[in-house]
């Protein structure tokens, strides 16, 4: 086992970010048999769930004349514009059928804003909204935060990166891990990580 201070966090490992889905990351669905495996030697168990309403601002599909993973300027920043992905019910923003999901302490949703996209599990991308999964961590005692799933250089990096900032340890087991890897977004993460003190094993 590991301390009962240490906490596994599984993001996004949702249909949609799998093979046949609307985001379908490459080999997404590689990560589930490992982190099946991980899941009995964690203490506290916290999943992720990209979680939007139908129409929501980071679908390409809200604004005229743009396409999917084109940038736009949103009010907190530049922000990419997503395929229609994890909308609330629907079978892809379900977890992977083959995850083991019943072990899970807490599923935090995030995403459910209409005009502001979360990729990180613990703010929306105004780095300012809490998800909450802060302060459950904390009254939990956990010092160190572990993170696998989807997609390496969107939703764990930026988990990863405000749990660090947050003052948790924290590590990303890339093996356990699959990316998007838009214009270099992959390596641009594995730099940010580095920089910001989380271990990458
Ligand atoms: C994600 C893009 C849009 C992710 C979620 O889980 O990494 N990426 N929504
Ligand atoms: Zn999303």
Not at 88 to 96: L, N, P, T
Not at 140 to 165: H, I, K
Request: proline share 5%; net charge negative; glycine share 10%.
């Amino acid at each position: 086992m590991r301390p009962a201070t240490e906490a596994l966090l599984v993001i996004d490992v949702q249909n949609d970010f799998c093979a046949g889905g609307a985001l379908a990351v490459p080999e997404g669905d590689a990560v589930v048999p490992g982190i099946n495996d991980l899941l009995d030697s964690f203490a506290v168990r916290v999943f992720t769930q990209d979680w939007h309403p139908a129409g929501h601002a980071s679908f390409a599909s809200q604004h005229d004349g743009r396409a999917p993973l084109e940038v736009m300027e949103f009010p907190y920043g530049p922000q990419v514009l997503w395929p229609n992905h994890c909308v609330q019910g629907s079978h892809g923003a379900a977890f992977h059928p083959d995850l083991r999901t019943d072990p899970a302490d807490v599923v935090i949703r995030k995403g459910f804003r209409r005009d502001i996209d979360s990729y990180s599990a613990f703010f929306e991308n105004d780095h300012q909204t809490p998800t909450g999964l802060e302060g459950y961590l904390r009254s939990r005692d956990v010092e160190s935060v572990v993170c696998v799933g989807l997609a390496t250089d969107f939703c764990v990096n930026f988990s990863a990166l405000d749990a660090a900032r947050l003052g948790f340890r924290t590590s990303v087991i890339e093996s356990l891990c699959r990316g998007i890897d838009l214009d270099g977004s992959l390596e641009a993460a594995r730099g940010g990580l580095y920089e910001a003190g989380v271990a990458l094993d």
